[in-house]
């Protein structure tokens, strides 16, 4: 068990720009989640994958907002157009199967909007 | 809809004191409880977690109650370390287990 992985850790870029993140789930865990956190405050959903089929999005995910699971392995969460409001922790977990209720995070990825 | 409050913090005590880090929720159904902890640049790992009323969570000295009819899953630990001072989150699984709701996060500073 490799544990939940991202990639980058941490991302500067400049208003305007597009950035992609990877999330590599744990391996025999079909479900999978994106989240957001700013400073201080908890983790909040935007989306998550049940095998490659993305069944829920959040309000909080804007049309500049959008994420992948194309074999149903890892995930890709794109922004395009990043804005300063942008910039927080993006964390990514997976769970199991269907009806399994603990989710395990990785270490997330830092952006930093410029 | 959904939601968890806990205590703000940060909460700073010294080694070896009574730990208490209060949460309660609202929720549809009947949902699964768990805290979770974040140290210093790491990410959320799972402390300990209770799936029905009553049951009692626990790990590392950590214990949470799951309390149906206070509608709470306050965290408790008899006595601190330096090394638990992280950021501690209440969460609750939606009643599909297709997200969890969080709240904001306490701080724990434990001085030696």
């Known amino acids: 068990d490799t544990g939940v992985s991202q990639d980058p850790r941490h991302k500067i870029t400049k208003r305007g720009q597009n950035v992609t993140f990877r999330c590599d789930p744990i391996s025999e865990h079909n479900r999978l989640y994106w989240y957001r956190q700013t400073l201080g405050q908890g983790p909040e959903f935007l989306t998550y994958f049940q095998n490659e089929a993305q069944l829920e999005k959040s309000r909080l995910l804007s049309d500049r907002f959008s994420a992948e699971r194309p074999k149903g392995s890892f995930s890709t969460l794109e922004i395009q157009r990043t804005e300063q409001g942008d910039s927080a922790m993006y964390l990514c977990?997976?769970?199991?199967?269907?009806?399994?209720?603990?989710?395990?995070f990785g270490p997330g990825t830092r952006l930093t909007v410029l | 809809g959904d939601s968890v409050t806990q205590m703000e913090g940060p909460v700073t005590l010294s080694e070896e004191a009574f730990l208490t880090i209060n949460c309660t929720y609202t929720a549809t159904g009947y949902p699964s409880l768990f805290w979770y902890v974040q140290y210093p640049g790491e990410g959320l790992q799972l402390l300990l977690k209770?799936?029905?009323?009553?049951d009692k969570g626990s790990n590392k000295g950590f214990e949470a109650t799951y309390r149906k009819e206070t509608t709470s899953f306050h965290l408790e630990k008899g006595s601190v370390q330096v090394s638990d001072s992280a950021v501690y989150f209440c969460a609750l699984s939606s009643y599909n287990f297709n997200k969890f709701y969080f709240g904001s996060g306490t701080k724990l500073n434990v001085k030696p």
């Open positions: 977990a997976s769970s199991l199967r269907q009806g399994s209720d603990t989710q395990y």
């Open positions: 209770a799936t029905k009323a009553d």
